[in-house]
């Protein structure tokens, strides 16, 4: 399982923690999601788990912009609309029409991942009782562990014609809604990756986290996602995993494992980056 294809990457020195971490059994992940789970689990979350020591098989059910009342429907009508990507030791497969069903029995699961469309995410409404509706229905067919994806507030310029409307409410918003939700579901394990993104905006790189009004940016915003879903899946600290894709440098890359080690260790709001306020020369 060690001699996996992975895309290029710069190398910082490994961590003792990280070898002595090592463990051989493969960590099975699936993601019930949208755009968002792609952005934070289709692009580097392999590459840090190798680099890490760890082995993952990564599994993403992605269905353009559908919130969790979308996915329960999907999961009652056993209807054939997802596009399913799985990355197996670092290689990709994509296919079309699929059913939640039939996914959750392709693998052994050991952690499934919901989260709310970003249109919905600052309404804490909306979230039940579809949430405990699909934790139920993997809960029944599988063995695995129900997490809860903490997504991110749109940028500033969002909410540029909405005065009563702000970034900084939209993700106190999201915060409050998966806490609450995940209380109610028996949910424990959260991925703060909405907290990172806010943690980072504090930085140098201020508002600048996204590729539209939407979507995280292609490099480091992807690669900041995929730091928070590594450290809150394996346990491990992400500062100093070696892997950092080519197309960011290495002090922006320990930006990125800063911000989503700040986030784990304090999820519910935002950590001031006061070390990274002057951005490299």
């Given at each position: 399982m060690m001699s996996f294809g992975c895309s290029?990457?710069?190398?910082?020195?490994?961590?003792?923690?990280?070898?002595?971490?090592?463990?051989?059994?493969?960590?099975?992940?699936?993601?019930?999601?949208?755009?968002?789970?792609s952005d934070a689990v289709d692009y580097n979350l392999y590459d840090l788990f190798k680099s890490g020591g760890r082995s993952i098989l990564i599994g993403n059910l992605n269905a353009t912009g559908s919130s969790l009342e979308?996915?329960?429907?999907?999961?009652?009508?056993?209807?054939?609309?997802?596009?399913?990507?799985?990355?197996?030791?670092?290689?990709?497969?994509?296919?079309?029409?699929?059913?939640?069903?039939?996914?959750?029995s392709d693998e052994a699961w050991d952690i499934v991942t919901i989260q709310q469309a970003s249109a919905k995410s600052a309404d804490?409404?909306?979230?039940?009782?579809?949430?405990?509706?699909?934790?139920?229905?993997?809960?029944?067919?599988?063995?695995?562990?129900?997490?809860?994806?903490?997504?991110w507030a749109y940028p500033g310029s969002a909410f540029e014609n909405e005065p009563d409307n702000s970034q900084e409410l939209m993700y106190q918003r999201i915060?409050?809604?998966?806490?609450?939700?995940?209380?109610?579901?028996?949910?424990?394990?959260?991925?703060?990756?909405?907290?990172a993104v806010q943690n980072a905006r504090t930085s140098y790189l201020g508002d600048h986290l996204n590729r539209d009004g939407l979507h995280l940016e292609l490099d480091y915003g992807r690669y900041l996602a995929a730091?928070?879903?590594?450290?809150?899946?394996?346990?491990?600290?992400?500062?100093?995993?070696?892997?950092?894709p080519d197309s960011i440098t290495k002090e922006l890359a320990t930006l990125c494992q800063t911000a989503a080690h700040l986030a784990c260790l304090k999820r519910d709001a935002v950590t001031p980056m006061t070390d990274f306020q002057n951005k490299p020369e």
């Open positions: 290029p990457a710069h190398q910082q020195d490994a961590t003792p923690s990280q070898e002595q971490d090592s463990a051989p059994s493969t960590l099975k992940v699936l993601a019930i999601g949208n755009s968002f789970s979308d996915h329960w429907n999907r999961a009652e009508g056993k209807k054939a609309e997802y596009t399913y990507i799985k990355i197996v030791e670092g290689k990709r497969t994509i296919t079309e029409g699929n059913v939640l069903d039939d996914i959750l804490k409404s909306s979230y039940m009782p579809f949430a405990q509706n699909l934790k139920q229905f993997v809960t029944a067919k599988t063995h695995a562990e129900v997490a809860f994806h903490q997504t915060v409050a809604a998966v806490e609450e939700t995940a209380r109610s579901c028996g949910i424990s394990r959260i991925i703060p990756t909405g907290t730091c928070v879903w590594f450290e809150t899946l394996s346990g491990n600290s992400v500062v100093g995993n070696a892997y950092f």
